[in-house]
């Protein structure tokens, strides 16, 4: 569930009998680009700054054009992700807290919610990064997991992106070690294809493992 630790409820929303003018001033105080529009705690609209400056100062709220014919907002049963993921299809700044009762309550800032992502241990723990791509078919988290882990290494997070230019998926993988050899030699194995790894502190031993086996296939 999405905590409410993330709502702001310090700046009041708009209200549909306040005209352009106030709204502008109000927005401008706190340097939004839009708020929610509520009357008696209920939802009924989105002001934002680049509509109203483009309306006489003296138009009410209550007149704008709706901003959708459902109201889009964020629900205490949403996870961030979701949470996430809706800001960024609809590319708003913010989005308004509804409770369970569908009661405004507040709203949620884009860039909080990417804070508080950002204290994830995929992006904050220490280690390394490798990145994997490969078919989409073949991607499955319990194979790549029990791969890595089999050289005793964790897991600490990942990211996937599609990369449709590639007809392809990237793997992310944030591992708890900057030790990598046997992590890649174990991937390579099974077929994974390593495009990049960061944060690696024995490439200078890889590169002289190398050079030694290179030199028994040259005696050989």
Known sequence: MFSEFFVSKTINPLSPSMNVG????????F??????VVEN????NYALIQDLESLPKETKLG?????ATAMPFVSPEQHILDVLSHLKSLNLSLLAFLNQDKK?????KTKDVVMELSQSMTIIGQGSIVVVRMNKSDFSVADIVRIVEYNDVKVLGFLTFDKSEFEAIE???????????NVLATLE???????????????????????????????L
Do not use: Q, S
């Open 41 to 44: 705690d209920v939802l009924v």
């Open 171 to 181: 793997v992310h993988l944030k591992l708890n070690t900057r030790v990598l050899r």
């Open 31 to 36: 340097y939004l680009e839009m708020l929610p």
């Open 22 to 29: 106030e709204a502008l001033k109000h927005l401008r105080k």
């Open 63 to 67: 007149y704008l054009n709706k901003y």
């Open 104 to 108: 405004y309550i507040g709203f949620i």
């Open 189 to 219: 194995r099974y077929n994974y294809n390593v495009v990049e790894y960061f944060n690696r502190e024995d490439i200078n031993d890889d590169n002289g493992w190398r050079y030694e086996n290179l030199l028994k296939y040259i005696d």
